[in-house]
């Protein structure tokens, strides 16, 4: 068959009784063209002895593709930024994935844009689900033979056009994550995630920090509980101050801090923990003007001051007023450790010990008082358990004295020790025990009280 050639560009080949079908080309382009209005343009291809519509081009110009479509070459769609949607439907959803030229949204799931607290429509992309078969959610998986993982990054610049990169200042916010709940009528936000600025940024400069806010019952607005500053300082209720990695604050109300184990043999634990050459403080502070009101202070194991490595002492005021050697040895008001306190001070210890065994409970006075001032006021009670005896001990001590003398009938003195004394009826025992004017007490001075001659209690005083 010989071809068909016209010629010229305004030569059209016709077909059809009444010539509605033309293909020419006018020099600048090819038309294949309906003459007759609403009719339609079908290509066709032909399998066997079927022929099967292929592509339709109707009278409103809709095009519809019966068969897969393979583009390899960009594609745009209106080109001309009309008002015009695109729209792509699934097995069960006819809006699967919805382009709203108009309001120049994406949403996939729905046909419309659903308005947000604090948003309202302004939001570019949505997603949306009536079940849970899918969920209505965003999911990034990363497949890779490494250790990294799927990324969400949320940003900002101060920048008015596309591709700007004008820098952001302190206090801005880069990146939000909203918690809404319907109320009956529209979204409100019952919770926040905001990341923002945390100082000045500058070129490979960008300090941050987190703030996480709830919204309380009868409300409708966030208030800020917590933050991670841009030093990794932790704030709840508050703006953590400078040097303090967590701070807790409590406008109104107690701020409690509870740490519990229910757990059956498990057991609620606060650990604190400082460098073995440094202390550690437990503080009481004014809340007005941060002054350090009380502090219980540990010692470490390598501390400077030996006599004190691994005890614990407890302050008020700025002073030492007890402290426990790491023996178990008591000291008020005194350097402690086994150091002399200074004249009219008050100095306290005592070491305990097994009262069934043959150990010897000590209870020991350092310092240098004065003729009439007490030193302790002791008392031990309990009654007699085989042969171990507990007895009620009251001692007053004087600074000077060579002798002794008891409110009992024990009067027997044997140098500067007075001997020890039995208690076999198991009752409690008080014994005032003085000093009288005279010669200093030796430094070796004991006084031996007792329930039984092999378990005795001791008291021993010094003087400096």
């Not at 006018?26 to 294949?32: A, E, F, M, N, V």
């Not at 109707?58 to 095009?63: C, E, I, M, T, Y």
């Not at 003398?405 to 140098?415: E, F």
Request: net charge negative.
């Amino acid at each position: 068959m010989a071809d068909i050639i016209i010629d010229s560009d305004s030569g059209k080949f016709k077909a059809g009784g009444d010539q509605d079908l033309e293909v020419y080309n006018d020099g600048s382009h090819s038309y294949i063209k309906n003459t007759v209005n609403d009719q339609t343009i079908v290509l066709a291809t032909t399998t066997g002895d079927s022929t099967t519509t292929a592509v339709t081009v109707d009278g409103s110009n809709d095009v519809t593709i019966a068969g897969n479509l393979t583009v390899n070459k960009a594609i745009t769609f209106n080109e001309t930024s009309v008002d015009a949607d695109f729209r792509v439907e699934s097995a069960n959803n006819d809006h699967m994935l919805f382009v709203d030229g108009g309001n120049d949204m994406v949403i996939i799931g729905h046909s419309a844009p659903e308005p947000f607290d604090a948003f309202g429509n302004e939001v570019m992309l949505q997603v949306h689900s009536a079940s849970t078969a899918p969920y209505g959610g965003i999911g990034v998986i990363h497949h890779s033979n490494d250790a990294d993982g799927g990324v969400l990054i949320l940003s900002s610049s101060r920048a008015t056009s596309l591709g700007g990169d004008t820098i952001v200042a302190d206090d801005d916010l880069v990146g939000r994550i909203e918690f809404q709940g319907m109320d009956g009528a529209d979204l409100e936000t019952a919770a926040r995630i905001t990341g923002e600025i945390d100082g000045t940024p500058g070129s490979d400069d960008m300090p941050g920090r987190l703030v996480f806010a709830t919204t309380a019952d009868l409300a409708h607005t966030p208030t800020e509980r917590m933050r991670i500053d841009s030093s990794g300082n932790v704030g709840i209720g508050c703006t953590p101050a400078s040097g303090y990695p967590l701070e807790i604050l409590a406008t109104s109300g107690n701020a409690n801090l509870r740490v519990s184990a229910t757990g059956s043999g498990q057991g609620a634990r606060l650990f604190l923990r400082s460098h073995n050459t440094d202390s550690t403080y437990l503080s009481f502070n004014d809340s007005d003007d941060d002054t350090v009101l009380a502090q219980i202070r540990s010692y470490g194991t390598a501390h400077s001051t030996t006599a004190k490595r691994q005890g614990l002492a407890l302050e008020t005021a700025g002073t030492e007023r007890l402290f426990i050697d790491s023996g178990g040895g008591a000291w008020f008001d005194g350097a402690g450790g086994g150091s002399a306190v200074a004249n009219g001070g008050k100095a306290f210890g005592f070491v305990t010990a097994d009262m069934s065994s043959s150990g010897t409970p000590k209870i020991t006075f350092a310092g240098n008082l004065a003729n009439g001032q007490t030193a302790c006021y002791l008392v031990t009670t309990g009654t007699r358990s085989n042969a171990n005896a507990r007895v009620s001990v009251g001692i007053v001590t004087h600074a000077k004295g060579y002798g002794a003398t008891c409110s009992s009938t024990v009067t027997t003195l044997a140098g500067n020790t007075m001997t020890a004394v039995n208690n076999n009826s198991g009752d409690a025992i008080d014994y005032v025990v003085s000093g009288e004017s005279g010669n200093d007490v030796s430094s070796a001075t004991c006084i031996q009280i007792g329930g039984h001659t092999s378990h005795s209690v001791t008291v021993l005083c010094h003087t400096t």
